[in-house]
């Protein structure tokens, strides 16, 4: 089946005073429809730059390579016309921060409606009725009276309700939701993490979330795509992942998820170092300096993506193997052979 999206070979190099940035590195991934896919990697990864690139949302000094198509349809190289009427009826976007993506002089109820006047031509007896139609379904209470606040009278998480209904207005066939939870309560985020399951299962709509957190995709994803400087260096359904991480950062970032039973074994554990930054496409495993298991071939040679010990892809010359025990969360043997 053809995939919903499927992005191949994606680049991008931004132009800055100290030196060229390399922040997506041939980046290739498939979104099917109704799928729920999270994009993780710690801070600096390139996943919000992925993001922005499916639509052309990156600044002038970005230069943007590959291919990202949307049923088919080619969209690296579209004119901002047609980007702009991609994004908002067919790519719908949620971030962090819905107090910087609201209007504080307007109502919210009078922001959704802009976007259904805009996109969907809708009268303004239709448009008020999908308005509240919207809020209902993202689960605000007393929509009529929320209808007519302001930004600002609303709680964080009631902000975010109203982005996501906002992004569901045009019924999109995929929404980018930019770790959407991050600047929100643990409760809370719960909560919108729910919410955009439901949604995606009750309208159809594909979801592509970005987060640095492991932890929150365990209930809500299909599949995971692991990105480290760029790059994407595992890729698995979200069971075999949790149980079965193949590639060290993954299981890095496994191991820095919150976990009772590990408690007793030390706690959180985190990945020593930090993300490089790239210049150019080095030959090499760019994981290779933080990495616990480094051998000589790791700074010789690029590993690219291949199915892994447990059949997952994985760009790891010496993936791990063994399944992770689920008591202590701790995983099993090395299998590369190297
Ligand atoms: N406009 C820009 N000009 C130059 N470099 C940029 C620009 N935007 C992003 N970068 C660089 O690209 C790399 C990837 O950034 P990106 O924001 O995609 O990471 P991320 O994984 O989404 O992290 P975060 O969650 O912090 O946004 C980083 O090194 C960042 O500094």
């Not at 590195?25 to 710690?42: Q, Y």
């Not at 409606?113 to 448009?127: I, P, T």
Request: hydrophobic share 40%.
């Amino acid at each position: 089946m053809t995939p919903l999206m499927s992005v191949d070979g994606l680049t991008v190099r931004f132009r800055t005073e100290d030196g060229p940035v390399l922040a997506v590195d041939t980046a290739s991934f498939t979104v099917a429809e109704r799928e729920v896919l999270a994009l993780v990697g710690e801070s600096g990864c390139g996943k919000s730059v992925t993001a922005m690139a499916l639509t052309g949302l990156l600044p002038a000094n970005a230069e943007v390579r590959g291919s990202v198509r949307l049923t088919g349809r080619e969209l690296l190289g579209l004119s901002e016309n047609r980007l702009s009427s991609v994004r908002g009826k067919e790519i719908a976007y949620v971030f962090q921060e819905p107090m910087t993506s609201l209007n504080p002089v307007m109502t919210v109820g009078r922001q959704i409606r802009e976007v259904l006047y805009r996109h969907q031509r809708m009268a303004r007896a239709g448009a008020r009725k999908r308005a509240l139609e919207l809020f209902e379904q993202v689960g605000i209470p007393e929509p009529h009276r929320r209808l007519r606040e302001y930004p600002h009278q609303l709680s964080g998480g009631m902000r975010q309700r109203v982005m996501i209904a906002m992004a569901l207005a045009c019924r999109p066939t995929l929404l980018v939701a930019d770790e959407p939870t991050t600047a929100l309560d643990v409760t809370i985020q719960a909560d919108i993490l729910d919410l955009l399951r439901t949604l995606s299962a009750e309208t159809g709509t594909a979801v592509l979330l970005i987060t640095h957190d492991l932890g929150v995709v365990a209930d809500i994803a299909d599949r995971v795509v692991v990105m480290y400087a760029g790059r994407i260096i595992e890729e698995s359904k979200v069971d075999s992942l949790f149980a079965t991480p193949s590639h060290p950062y993954t299981r890095g970032l496994l191991d820095a998820v919150p976990n009772p039973a590990r408690r007793a074994d030390g706690g959180l554990r985190e990945i020593p170092g930090l993300v490089p930054v790239l210049r150019s496409a080095e030959d090499v495993c760019t994981f290779a300096d933080r990495c616990g298991h480094v051998q000589e071939r790791c700074r010789a040679s690029r590993p690219t993506l291949a199915p892994g010990p447990v059949g997952h892809p994985v760009a790891c010359w010496y993936p791990l193997g063994g399944r992770v025990d689920e008591r202590t969360g701790l995983s099993g043997a090395r299998t590369g052979t190297g």
